[in-house]
Structure formats: C-alpha cells, structure tokens
C-alpha cells in the first residue's frame, strides 16, 4: 500500500462549481497535512496548512483532515479559470531534524470558462 | 514577501559530471530541503538540513548526492556523477520553525543530463 494515495484525475468541471480533492494515507504517525498548487514547469506553491485533524478555511479554500479515517479533503469553492493546476496533497510527521514530507501523486484541475 | 530562489533555472550536462544545484532559503528560516520531481512524477523527498547537517535523507539521496551550506545564505545539492536518471526538477524548500512543517519551495532547477 502507498504511504499517500490521490487520483491523478483530471478533473474537470465548470466555472463556479464546488471542487472537492481528496487524499488517503497509510501512516498514522502523519501529523502535518498539506496542500499545495503546482503550475506546469513550476514549484509547488503553499495553499493550506493543517496540523492534526480538523478544518481550515482560508477564503474559497477549505482544508479537512479526518485522522480516524486517514483521509484528508481540499474544497474550493466558486472555482474559477485561474484555479487550473495540480494540486498536490503532502503530509507528514515530526522528526527532530525537520519534516520528511510525502506527497501524493497530484489531481490535474481543469477549470473550464 | 520573501522567498526561496535557485539558480539555475536549466542545467544541461553531459552523463558522469558534476553538477551543483543552488538554492538561496528564505533569510530567517533554519530548516532546509531538497526535492525532486521526475517530468510526470510525484515530488520526492531527497534530504533534510538542519543545524548544518543532515537530519533525513531517503533511499534516493546516494552516495553520488551531498549537500552543503557553504555560507550563511546559501543551500547546495551536488551530484558528484550524473546518470541519465537523474534528469529531473530538483526543488529547495525552507520552513522556519520546528514546530510547523509550512515549507516554502522554489521556483526549481531542470537539471537535463545527456
């Protein structure tokens, strides 16, 4: 079993609509969960940060972590064009020299106008 | 706003040279890391810096690979003789703190080995 799976996708759906990305993941020492948009040719980019379970919610985008679960959700709600990328879910646990990070595979976003 | 840079953007060299990989973290923050993504693949953790060594590294990060802080502002990755297979992105991230894992990347290095 892979530490973190996600569904390359693509998806795509229209202008406006509820988008809902999803992880899940094996290690239950995971403790920080991630998600980040990749544009091509670019580096992942930081959109939401969670520690533990819980939600988070930053404008448009909303984080969940289920721990009993292992399963971690981003919404974005109201998508538009501009939100057409990969994103990519990542996690990970404490060491004391730093977070060795995995990331799932990457959802391709296609937002259409 | 701060953030993290890397230079190159593109490197091209030929298979068994060495290569170095430069990364600039951003100025306050003490953790340092090196990725890497195969063209259509997933981001994979290489090696973990703190307190001028290293603290993680995966089964990817070799013998052929090691990395330094030469200075107080700069991160390198050296790959001492490159394979074909090594063609990749190659991303520094930093995060500041121990207690949070926000990590910030840059912009990435295509490193294109012939």
């Known amino acids: 079993q892979k530490e973190v799976e996600q569904d390359p996708g693509p998806l795509s759906v229209p202008e406006g609509a509820i988008v809902s990305l999803n992880c899940t993941y094996s290690?239950?020492?995971?403790?920080?969960f991630m998600w980040y948009r990749q544009y091509s040719r670019k580096g992942p980019e930081l959109l939401m940060y969670t520690y533990s379970s819980g939600n988070k919610e930053d404008g448009r985008f909303t984080a969940q972590v289920d721990k009993s679960s292992k399963y971690i959700s981003l919404f974005i709600r109201d998508s538009q064009p501009s939100d057409s990328a990969t994103y990519l879910c990542a996690m990970s646990s404490l060491n004391t020299g730093g977070f060795k990070t995995i990331f799932g595979a990457g959802t391709r976003l296609f937002v259409k106008a | 706003e701060p953030e993290v840079t890397q230079t190159p953007s593109h490197q091209v060299t030929q298979m068994g040279q060495e290569v170095i990989l430069r990364c600039v973290p951003i100025s306050n923050h003490l953790y340092f890391y090196w990725y890497r993504q195969i063209l259509g693949q997933k981001v994979e953790f290489l090696v973990s810096f703190y307190n001028n060594e290293i603290s993680e590294k995966s089964e990817i990060f070799d013998d052929q690979f090691s990395v330094e802080r030469p200075d107080g502002s700069n991160f390198t990755l050296k790959i001492r003789s490159t394979k074909l297979e090594d063609s990749a992105m190659y991303f520094c991230?930093?995060?500041?703190?121990?207690?949070?894992?926000?990590?910030?990347f840059g912009p990435g290095t295509r490193l294109t080995v012939l």
């Open positions: 290690n239950s020492a995971f403790q920080y």
């Open positions: 991230a930093s995060n500041r703190r121990g207690e949070t894992n926000e990590q910030f």
